[in-house]
């Protein structure tokens, strides 16, 4: 009897909070399958916070009775993400994903990359207004890089006990884009503004300028971010291996099984940070509720800057492709795109967003880096 | 949750210098790109391949007896194979 007694004695140590932390973790994984959001990640972030959120769980780092019992979760949180590794390994596999040959046929599309990080700095003051610490509303703020890899940086750089919640947040509204951005972008334009065509004449770009543009954009952000050289360094690196043409096979490796390899365990590795007591907490709703407001305001600067530029050009822009300056790839590009087709079918804005699109990447990534230097850790 | 205005004042400041640095260092990159593509237009037009267009340009080179396709039309085929015939909504990004 007794033996039954201690085989069960564990069930007497869960409380209301480990449940629905595995309904959470239950709906992501829903997510992730039936609907298809950002499975590679929402799948094991999910299934993580089961794992980590059974009582006397051994896969985190646990005190039984005055003896620490290491767990592999913790253990893996600490090798890769405390000490930005996964971030920064996984963009090198997204710097080898990345064309930027659309971004340097018409370089002047990348001032909407720009605006669209307005979201970041706009939240930012809207987390310090609802009493966030200056370094949690700047990693909340960064939520709205529509960067898995920069969130984690930024978030973890300044050591923010939310980072569990920015991670979700900031992984399932890139899942959201299709639904966070046409409403911003419709209520932001006139049927007759969306339906506005723009020429494209493809210009051609040199080998030695792809293979030079890597190299340049970090010495350029290195010197002026260099908190976030680390960041726009690594994803330059593996867009350099693509772009060299000496490295395919490298650039293959990097392109599928690392980046794969990193999300396989970066997913599970975040679910550390999703422990009941720290998660549940009223303080993650707001924290989602501000990642979304990031989104939206994101969404509004690229369209709003657009529509600004306009005011001073003879020939002019659809405004919609703003929104594709945020960071989400190819996503955001698609959706713009759609929208364009929808008020016109032969509408064709894609060439133009994919451009905006990936200067959004480069953009969000240096938002990242002037919110390290401006803000002292 | 307390609404603090003290510190949203404070962080005005800094949501300025934060829009102003990404504006003057993308106008930068911007500039460098067009230096970049000025020093290299030669060797560009020797290559020939216009941006993201590349390989269904070698595959008309490798067809003669295919029509003259101009780069955007060979856009537009690829996006309408890419994009358009996918009807997933939400779909996994590269952006991980």
């Known amino acids: 009897m007794d033996g039954l007694e201690s085989l069960f004695s564990n069930v007497l140590n869960l409380n209301i909070k480990q449940v629905i932390m595995w309904i959470i973790g239950g709906i992501l994984i829903y997510l992730a399958i039936k609907k298809k959001m950002e499975p590679t990640l929402l799948l094991p972030i999910g299934f993580g916070a089961i794992l980590v959120n059974l009582p006397m769980s051994g896969a985190i780092t646990q005190t039984v009775d ?91 750089y300044f050591g923010t006990k939310y980072i569990g919640a920015i991670i979700v947040a900031a992984y399932s509204y890139m899942a959201l884009v299709p639904i966070v ?151 955001s590009a698609r959706v713009v795109h759609k929208l364009g087709l929808q008020e016109d079918s032969s509408n064709f804005l894609l060439t133009h967003t994919i451009g905006i699109n990936v200067s959004g990447q480069i953009a969000s990534v240096i938002a990242g880096g002037l919110i390290l230097n401006l803000i002292a850790r | 949750m307390t609404i603090n205005t003290d510190a949203f004042l404070d962080s005005l400041p800094i949501m300025g210098s934060g829009l102003l640095g990404i504006f003057i260092v993308t106008a930068v990159l911007i500039i460098g790109i067009y230096i970049l593509r000025a020093l290299t237009s030669k060797k560009a037009e020797a290559e020939g391949t216009p941006d993201a267009a590349a390989p269904e340009a070698e595959a008309v080179k490798a067809d003669p007896a295919a029509p003259k396709q101009t780069a955007l039309d060979l856009m537009k085929e690829r996006e309408k194979k890419d994009f358009l015939e996918s009807d997933d909504t939400f779909t996994i990004s590269n952006d991980l």
């Open chain 1, 66 to 156: 005055g003896a620490v019992q290491e767990g592999p979760i913790s253990i893996l949180f600490n090798g890769g993400i405390a000490n930005e590794l996964f971030p920064l390994l996984l963009f090198v596999g997204i710097g080898a994903m990345i064309d930027f040959g659309p971004l340097l046929s018409n370089p002047k599309l990348m001032i909407f990359g720009a605006a669209a990080q307005f979201g970041i700095f706009f939240t930012l003051s809207m987390a310090s207004l609802f009493g966030f610490e200056l370094k949690d509303a700047a990693s909340i703020a960064i939520i709205g890089a529509a960067d898995g890899p920069t969130s984690i940086f930024v978030a973890n």
């Open chain 1, 181 to 331: 951005q046409p409403p911003v972008i419709k209520l932001l334009t006139t049927k007759n503004e969306r339906k506005i065509r723009m020429d494209y004449t493809a210009k051609n770009v040199s080998k030695t300028a792809r293979i030079i543009f890597p190299i340049f954009v970090t010495i350029l952000t290195g010197l002026v971010a260099p908190n976030a050289v680390a960041l726009i360094g690594f994803l330059m690196f593996g867009n350099l291996i693509r772009e060299c043409g000496v490295l395919d096979s490298l650039s293959n490796t990097a392109q599928s099984v690392l980046s794969n390899l990193i999300t396989l365990f970066l997913g599970i590795t975040i679910a550390e940070k999703m422990q009941a007591d720290a998660f549940l907490d009223p303080t993650t709703l707001l924290i989602l509720g501000l990642g979304l407001v990031a989104f939206i305001f994101d969404t509004a600067g690229g369209v709003l800057f657009a529509k600004l530029i306009n005011l001073f050009s003879k020939k002019k822009i659809n405004p919609m492709i703003g929104a594709a300056g945020i960071s989400a790839f190819p996503m």
